[in-house]
């Protein structure tokens, strides 16, 4: 019996057009999963596009979105960290009249540490990501990702008394913006907090 002339075209679309279709079908799946992900977080919008470069990397994994998401949001801590640095002395001024209402420079000064204490606690987040054991018990899972949820909750407190300090602080040209940096990376850990807070809900309901 003689070939069909169709045998070639469907090896072609076997060999070619099909898997073309379920990669982009795949990666079409992995950017809805991160929109609706994000849609539970306050700033959707920024989660989404700070994250959807990861749709072909989590696979529909809550914690690896999560992940993804404390891992952008350190890496925008420390840029905003070593802006700060580079915008001030970070010297803390003398006041002429001696009073103790606080000055830019050291405004600026206790931004930098809380910043810092902030890039610590996410570096402890991501340390405890990493070394989550998916096949442990639930108890040990909570246990895990509470301590994610206590140092990004505590990097969080860090960064809104950073924004805090520049309430009395007028006259000073780069105040707003540092206070806009910081609020962008506020929102950002907000947006992580919300992604491993429903890494854990999904994990035991």
Not at 33 to 48: A, G, Q, V, W
Not at 128 to 144: C, D, H, K, N, P
Not at 178 to 194: H, P, Q
Request: proline share 4%; hydrophobic share 40%.
């Amino acid at each position: 019996m003689k070939p069909s002339l169709h045998q070639p075209l469907l090896f072609f679309f076997l060999a070619t057009v099909l898997p073309l279709f379920l990669t982009v079908h795949s990666q079409s799946d992995d950017s809805d999963f991160i929109r609706t992900s994000c849609n539970t977080t306050l700033y959707p919008d920024l989660c989404f596009s700070s994250l959807s470069s990861f749709s072909s990397s989590v696979h529909n994994d809550p914690a690896l979105l999560a992940r993804a998401a404390i891992s952008v949001t350190l890496t925008k801590t420390l840029d905003l960290a070593s802006y700060l640095a580079n915008v001030t002395t970070l010297q803390p001024e003398s006041n002429e009249d001696g009073a103790h209402h606080p000055t830019a420079a050291a405004v600026f000064h206790d931004c930098f540490d809380n910043l810092k204490d902030a890039v610590e606690e996410m570096r402890g987040s991501m340390k405890q990501m990493r070394e989550l054991v998916s096949t442990g018990s639930l108890e040990s899972f909570r246990f895990q990702m509470s301590n994610v949820q206590t140092w990004l909750s505590a990097a969080l407190t860090d960064e809104e008394t950073c924004t805090d300090g520049f309430k009395d602080i007028h006259d000073e040209p780069r105040k707003d913006d540092v206070c806009a940096r910081v609020d962008d990376v506020k929102k950002m850990t907000s947006n992580a907090l919300a992604l491993v807070n429903r890494c854990v809900d999904k994990a035991i309901h």
